[in-house]
Nanobody
Framework: FQLQASGGGLVQPGGSLRLSCVASGFTLEYYTSGWFRQAPGKEREAVSCISARGGRTAYADSFKGRFTISRDNAKNTLYLQMNSLKPEDTAVYFC?????????????????WGQGTQVTVSS
């Protein structure tokens, strides 16, 4: 089971990025999927999650209205569209998969993790 995140990079404040996470070795469609992030010296925090069929989404309060999670089950891929980026969004972003929708914004609910992609927001 592998998750490969990509799409990070350096962006100016107010800019946008779209992160992708491709699953291999398993069918992502059957799993709740989420994005989390971790900044230097801080704990890993939830960004957003989406249910197995995509019918439900949840966002941590800091990201509502700016970030959008989606999935393309045909491509076995999870996405995170990030708009209006701020310097405080600088972090390593991780994708993850969980077997159910139970407490989907809790990192402990997730069994499978990608390696992370660095997002840096700076002028």
């Amino acid at each position: 089971f592998q998750l490969q995140a990509s799409g990070g990079g350096l962006v100016q404040p107010g800019g946008s990025l779209r992160l992708s996470c491709v699953a291999s070795g398993f069918t992502l469609e059957y799993y709740t999927s989420g994005w989390f992030r971790q900044a230097p010296g801080k704990e890993r925090e939830a960004v957003s999650c989406i249910s197995a069929r995509g019918g439900r989404t949840a966002y941590a309060d800091s990201f509502k209205g700016r970030f959008t999670i989606s999935r393309d089950n045909a491509k076995n891929t999870l996405y995170l569209q990030m708009n209006s980026l701020k310097p405080e969004d600088t972090a390593v972003y991780f994708c993850a998969a969980a077997p159910s929708w139970h407490q989907p914004l809790d990192p402990r609910a997730y069994n499978y993790w990608g390696q992370g992609t660095q997002v840096t927001v700076s002028s």
